[in-house]
């Protein structure tokens, strides 16, 4: 049995239980697998809670009851050791079902809808204790006809998993090819360290460590950008530009498992104007939830996804998208 054998088979169970029961049944099947002390990570209006009651009120009910016969479409699932000494699984994909009752007061379709999700799972003492959750909540409003904000400088879809089709690491990966993949993102996020004294972003220092055919998979409101070039175009210079003052914060879940690497984090920024077609301002606001899952092919990085939750970054200077789209789409007269 490999090393992360254990811990791969607890969360795929938690995920299966979870698919299979019904809004009802969702604080039953937490309860079996979180400790008493679990904590979650979620993206705005979500936000942090405490306890698996409080998780499934806030996030899972509503999300069940809004997308019947929900199912989870993996593209990603690995495990590791992060540097903090903890064990995390990481599972990225989409979150599939009808769209049938509004979720966050989201106009219904009827229809199939997908739901962008990123999900962080430490595990210790054979109990999920932490769980950070990312969703793509403008990418679920673009889907249903309600796209909040002007148009984006990348292309957003549904995006597919790894080109190479092996994401899905049940069983454990060689530790080797890990160690390799992580130095690749190190030697990545150095050159980025060593840029940022600078609002250039030179062609030369980014075929370093990506591969030319690159795909960078950003989140709905910034879109996706293929080869070297549009992603430099179409999201680098607008954020290396359009967003000054940046101060990182702490990376967590950071490991490696075979060709993939994945972390997330945090920054605080200020727009001098443009980004996401919004103007400027002299206010500092938080990117809660800049989540990379990076896989390395041929020694170099070939696709990126990347969540942010620029819903809370939004919010913090004043624009509630849901708020605003709910008064639009869903007048009270």
């Known amino acids: ?38 904590r979650w990570e979620g993206v705005y209006p979500f936000m942090d809670q405490e306890g698996t009651d409080a998780v499934a009120e806030v996030f899972w009910i509503p999300l069940k009851k809004a997308l019947a016969h929900m199912q989870r479409r993996q593209d990603v699932f690995m495990a590791g050791t992060a540097k903090d000494g903890k064990t995390w699984v990481m599972s990225m994909g989409q979150f599939m079902g009808l769209y049938d009752q509004e979720l966050l007061n989201i106009r219904r379709t009827c229809k199939m809808q997908h739901l962008q999700y990123a999900e962080y ?21 673009n889907e249903a006809g309600v ?4 148009q984006s400088t990348g292309n957003y879809f549904v995006y597919p998993g790894p080109r190479d089709h092996n994401g899905l690491m049940f069983e454990d990966a060689p530790e080797e090819k890990a160690a390799k993949s992580m130095q690749v993102v190190e ?15 030179p062609r030369e220092v980014l075929e370093r460590t990506w591969n030319e055919d ?29 967003l000054v003052d940046k101060k990182c914060n702490d990376i967590n879940a950071y490991f490696a498992e075979g060709d993939f690497v994945c972390f997330y984090s945090s ?5 001098t104007g443009g980004w996401l077609g919004m103007p400027g301002g002299n206010k500092s606001a938080h990117l809660r939830g800049d989540i990379d899952i990076y896989y390395i092919k041929d020694g170099k990085i070939s696709e990126n ?28 007269l």
């Open 1 to 38: 049995m490999g090393k992360y054998q254990q811990v791969k088979r607890l969360v795929r169970d938690y995920f299966e239980d979870l698919e299979k029961c019904s809004p009802e049944q969702v604080k039953d099947v937490l309860k079996k697998y979180m400790s008493e002390d679990y």
């Open 121 to 141: 799972s430490c595990v210790e003492n054979g109990k999920i204790t932490h769980t950070a959750m990312f969703v793509d909540l403008i990418g679920f409003m």
């Open 147 to 150: 796209y909040p904000l002007p």
């Open 187 to 201: 030697d990545m996020v150095n050159d980025l360290i060593e840029l940022n004294a600078t609002m250039d972003a």
């Open 214 to 242: 690159m795909i960078w998979y950003g989140p709905c409101g910034i879109g996706a950008s293929y080869t070297i070039d549009r992603y430099q175009r179409q999201h680098q210079l607008p954020f290396r530009k359009q």
């Open 267 to 271: 920054m605080d920024v200020t727009p």
């Open 305 to 332: 996804w990347c969540f942010i939750d620029l819903p809370y970054w939004l919010s913090e200077q004043g624009l509630d998208i849901f708020k605003r789209t709910a008064e639009i789409m869903n007048p009270q």
